[in-house]
């Protein structure tokens, strides 16, 4: 083979949606009967697990807060318990696919899980704020490396035929945290029992660490040959930029937060140039090759996530404006979880190329509309009926999601048929999602802090201006859509 034709090969399959020619004969997409046999069952458990362990953490750890600080003091720290752990686990989900290429599947994941139980042990004993914090990032070192894995495995743990509904999957037990993670924290809340919460995710971790060893693939003949450097100059100007968003919220209102929004989105576009240039990349390095489609799948990616962080302020909007109970608020928080998870169950079964193609141009139109009815409705002491409206224009955006969410990540497996760069455009489908829930979460909590003393107008900042970010989508989105249908 000569080079010339080498990277045309090369180029070919960084198309959306080839199949490499190893694998174009796989035949028709497998169902959920297969996914979950005897044979597979258990690797789909270990991929799914880790990410609902991941997602369920999130919202269990928020519903526990109060109680924490009730507990051992700490409330002007409040917001770094978040923050650490998010951060981390930027971090640690953009050395997925070195640790992948260095140790294989199954010990990747056997250390995300320990390193994952090691934090929850550090949270179960913590005497202060300060090491409640540290055992964060220590969990979310250990959490976006079991949520990144999570995308990166599926090509090498199942058949081709199984990714989409694999992918689809993983990507729904976001939705599954969400629902499980606020009901367990409010339960061990409301026993008082705030540390055994993390008692049960440490014995949760050591079973799928368990699970993992015995399952999963080890490492290849040439594990290390293509890992590169730690690319340190990317992870040090997004680290920073994650942090000066998440700052951002926390700041007196007017020029500091303007300042701090500056920053961080003028390290953003640092990030990009470094990464533009550097031999080390956190995404792949197609990703910024001129008309390489990789790009605009993974902002498309990053702007159906910017949707999903409503709910993080939903259920408060649910209780003030609605008069509802913590419980039933909280729910209402789900709403968009749920139309996400249920979407998928119904997207994983296309399998025309146009098909696919047509989910993802839809999906930002839905979340978008879904948003604005939600915001449009915002009104003070809302009847019922207002209500269940809110909840039906939540879960309509949260299919928009789920329309496109299983075809985006399947779609970044098959862009190589180097298995390794394969993995790793796979694996920053997940770098992607957290960062896009970090910069939207900061910017959000600056949109509901605009609203000063009214509540009515924080929840239409707050849920047009993430609608705002969404409309993006409809350009990314149609020009993944049209790298997919070729």
């Given at each position: 083979m000569t080079e010339s034709t080498a990277v045309k090969s090369d180029t070919d399959h960084a198309e959306l949606g080839s199949y490499p020619a190893e694998v174009?004969?796989?035949?028709?997409?497998g169902?959920?009967?297969?996914?979950?046999?005897?044979?597979?069952?258990?690797?789909?458990?270990?991929l799914a697990g880790g990410v609902a362990l991941y997602a369920m953490n999130l919202y269990l750890t928020a519903a526990l807060m109060p109680s924490i600080v009730a507990g051992i003091g700490g409330e002007r720290y409040y917001a770094w318990v978040a923050t650490g752990f998010l951060m981390a686990a930027v971090i640690a989900s953009m050395l997925v696919s070195r640790l992948l290429d260095r140790l294989?599947?199954?010990?990747?994941?056997?250390?995300g899980f320990l390193v994952f139980g090691a934090g929850a042990v550090v949270n179960a004993l913590s005497p202060s704020m300060a090491a409640l914090i540290l055992g964060r990032v220590v969990q979310g070192l250990g959490g976006g490396l079991v949520a990144g894995l999570g995308y990166a495995v599926i090509r090498g743990a199942l058949p081709e035929r199984l990714w989409t509904r694999a992918a689809g999957l993983v990507s729904a037990m976001w939705g599954v945290g969400t629902l499980v993670g606020p009901s367990l924290g409010g339960l061990f809340a409301q026993l008082g029992a705030w540390r055994w919460a993390y008692v049960l995710l440490l014995a949760a971790a050591l079973v799928l660490a368990v699970l993992a060893r015995r399952v999963l693939p080890g490492p290849s003949g040439n594990a290390g040959e293509g890992s590169g450097p730690v690319p340190l100059p990317s992870l040090l100007l997004l680290?920073?930029?994650?942090?000066?968003?998440?700052?951002?919220?926390?700041?007196?209102s007017g020029w500091p937060t303007a300042l701090c929004l500056l920053t961080g989105l003028g390290l953003l576009v640092g990030f990009v140039a470094v990464e533009r240039r550097?031999?080390?990349?956190?995404?792949?390095?197609?990703?910024?090759r001129a008309g390489s489609p990789l790009k605009w799948l993974y902002l498309t990616v990053?702007?159906?996530?910017?949707?999903?962080?409503?709910e993080n302020f939903i259920p408060l909007f649910g209780q003030q404006l609605g008069g509802l109970g913590p419980l039933v608020a909280g729910f209402l928080g789900a709403a968009i979880s749920a139309g996400w998870t249920a979407a998928q169950l119904f997207s994983v079964g296309i399998e025309s190329a146009r098909g696919r193609a047509a989910a993802i141009r839809t999906a930002p139109l839905v979340l978008v509309g879904g948003l604005l009815l939600y915001g449009l409705t915002q009104t003070g002491h809302a009847s019922g009926l207002r209500v269940l409206l809110w909840a039906v224009a939540l879960f309509g955006a949260g299919t928009g999601i789920g329309l496109a969410f299983p075809h985006l990540s399947v779609a970044a497996?098959?862009?190589?048929?180097?298995?390794?760069?394969?993995?790793?455009?796979?694996a920053a489908i997940n770098t992607t999602q957290l960062i896009a829930f970090s910069v939207t979460s900061a910017l959000a909590g600056t949109l509901v802090n605009?609203?000063?003393?009214?509540?009515?107008?924080?929840?239409?900042?707050m849920t047009f201006g993430i609608a705002a970010i969404t409309v993006l989508g409809m350009l990314t989105a149609a020009r993944t859509a049209r790298a997919l249908g070729r």
């Open positions: 174009s004969h796989a035949g028709a997409s169902g959920w009967r297969e996914l979950f046999s005897r044979r597979y069952a258990a690797a789909a458990s270990i294989g599947a199954a010990r990747a994941y056997v250390l680290t920073l930029a994650a942090a000066a968003f998440s700052v951002s919220s926390t700041v007196p550097a031999s080390a990349t956190v995404l792949p390095q197609r990703t910024y990053a702007v159906l996530c910017a949707g999903v962080v409503a497996m098959r862009s190589s048929s180097d298995p390794a760069e394969g993995g790793k455009a796979a605009l609203g000063a003393d009214s509540p009515v107008d924080s929840a239409r900042y």
